[in-house]
């Protein structure tokens, strides 16, 4: 069993429409969470992180996360097609130091259509 | 301020030759990352180096693949002989330690296409 499980997709919605992405893990000392949004031919980018349960929201997006349940999710409200990219989620135990060493899902593949 | 540069951006080769992937991180970055991703998958660490120390070399295919870090700057990732199954992405990562939750950097990625 991989630590993170990330559904791949692919997933379409049009636009306007509130996307919800999800990742679960094994690993209960994971404490840093994070959504990286990775465009095709492009190196991942990161989007949101936090290391607490609960929401954290940065405009048109929300990360939640239950350590309780190992659950994260990640919302897009007003979706647009510039959302269109692969959504990966990472996470890290708690780091020494700085040094992170993230274990990504899978990454999901979102199509917002016009 | 210029990002994580890595070359070459595509390089196809028959199995059995060599290849090696380059990569200038951002200025100041004391860490860097080697990661491959597989298509559909996402990044899996190969190697982490803080400064020129390889830190963390636990996944890199001992065998086939080496790196350095010269100078605690560049560094070169390289496979030989190449497989079938090294077709994938190497991405570059670098972050600086001690400051903030040492976010990573990635470069655009060099994909290779083993024949």
């Known amino acids: 069993q991989k630590e993170v499980e990330q559904d791949p997709g692919p997933l379409s919605v049009p636009e306007g429409a509130i996307v919800s992405l999800n990742c679960t893990y094994s690993n209960s000392a994971f404490q840093y969470f994070m959504w990286y949004r990775q465009y095709s031919r492009k190196g991942p980018e990161l989007l949101m992180y936090t290391y607490s349960s609960g929401n954290k929201e940065d405009g048109r997006f929300t990360a939640q996360v239950d350590k309780s349940s190992k659950y994260i999710s990640l919302f897009i409200r007003d979706s647009q097609p510039s959302d269109s990219a692969t959504y990966l989620c990472a996470m890290s135990v708690v780091r020494l130091q700085g040094a992170q060493k993230l274990v990504f899902g899978q990454g999901t593949r979102l199509t917002i259509n016009p | 301020e210029a990002g994580v540069v890595q070359s070459p951006r595509y390089k196809i080769i028959e199995k059995k030759q060599p290849v090696a992937f380059w990569c200038n991180p951002i200025?100041?970055?004391?860490?860097l990352y080697w990661y491959r991703q597989n298509l559909g998958q996402g990044p899996e660490l190969l190697i982490r180096y803080e400064n020129e120390e390889a830190v963390d070399d636990s996944q890199l295919p001992k065998d086939r693949f080496s790196a350095e870090r010269l100078k605690g700057v560049d560094s070169t990732l390289k496979i030989q002989p190449a497989e079938l199954g090294d077709s994938a992405v190497y991405l570059c990562a670098s972050s600086y330690r001690g400051r903030g939750i040492g976010e990573l950097f990635f470069g655009e990625g060099s994909r290779l296409t083993v024949l």
């Open positions: 200025s100041g970055h004391n860490t």
